[in-house]
T-cell receptor
């Protein structure tokens, strides 16, 4: 079974550039989550989608961050313009809601982002 | 609001048992999870427990839940060097409410 697939695995770019992170959730999963992990703040939920619709984006730090899910098998997280403080590991996760019961989230291996 | 707390670091000798503790504040939490994160990888679900259970055992892993004190623990028996990782406690309200609150993570170091 293919898990959650994220690309790129590593991204190094200069301050001010646009950064696009990509995620392919597990086929059939109807929830998709974007997280950011740093030493200082730990794991933070940025935004999550249900059936391609954003449900809660209260964790998105600033207007520089945007996320889209054009279809059930693809999502992007964009940072424009990027800043050094955006350097972190960004994780995508997906889960399946089944009859109202909660199903655990499955994580991708993350994108390690470094903004110089 | 929701808050999940863990100690940051735990060191044990290979072969000993490890106990990782977690406290949470939301009494309406329905599902409690333990995730493992190895270096350079995402979080991997280890086990989870429903709030109406006190204990769950899965091979070397034992999860204990004290709902009154809002305390969750993960015991790893016969800890191996391959168990070295960061362990995250997490909670959610369940019943279709998919948002999960993660703890800060406990880094487990296993000394050979």
């Amino acid at each position: 079974d293919a898990g959650v697939i994220q690309s790129p695995r590593h991204e190094v770019t200069e301050m001010g550039q646009e950064v696009t992170l990509r995620c392919k959730p597990i086929s059939g999963h109807d929830y998709l989550f974007w997280y950011r992990q740093t030493m200082m703040r730990g794991l933070e939920l940025l935004i999550y989608f249900n059936n391609n619709v954003p449900i809660d984006d209260s964790g998105m730090p600033e207007d520089r961050f945007s996320a889209k899910m054009p279809n059930a098998s693809f999502s992007t997280l964009k940072i424009q313009p990027s800043e050094p403080r955006d350097s972190a590991v960004y994780f995508c996760a997906s889960s399946l809601s089944a009859g109202g019961s909660n199903q655990p989230q499955h994580f991708g291996d993350g994108t390690r982002l470094s903004i110089l | 609001g929701e808050d999940v707390e863990q100690s940051l670091f735990l060191s044990v000798r290979e072969g000993d048992s490890s106990v990782i503790n977690c406290t949470y504040t939301d009494s309406s939490s329905t599902y409690l999870y333990w995730y493992k994160q190895e270096p350079g990888a995402g979080l991997q679900l280890l086990t989870y427990i429903f709030s109406n259970m006190d204990m769950k055992q899965d091979q070397r892993l034992t999860v204990l839940l004290n709902k009154k004190d809002k305390h969750l623990s993960l015991r790893i028996a016969d800890t191996q060097t391959g168990d070295s990782a960061i362990y995250f406690c997490a909670e959610s309200k369940g019943r279709g409410y998919q948002k999960v609150t993660f703890g800060t993570g406990t880094k487990l170091q296993v000394i050979p």
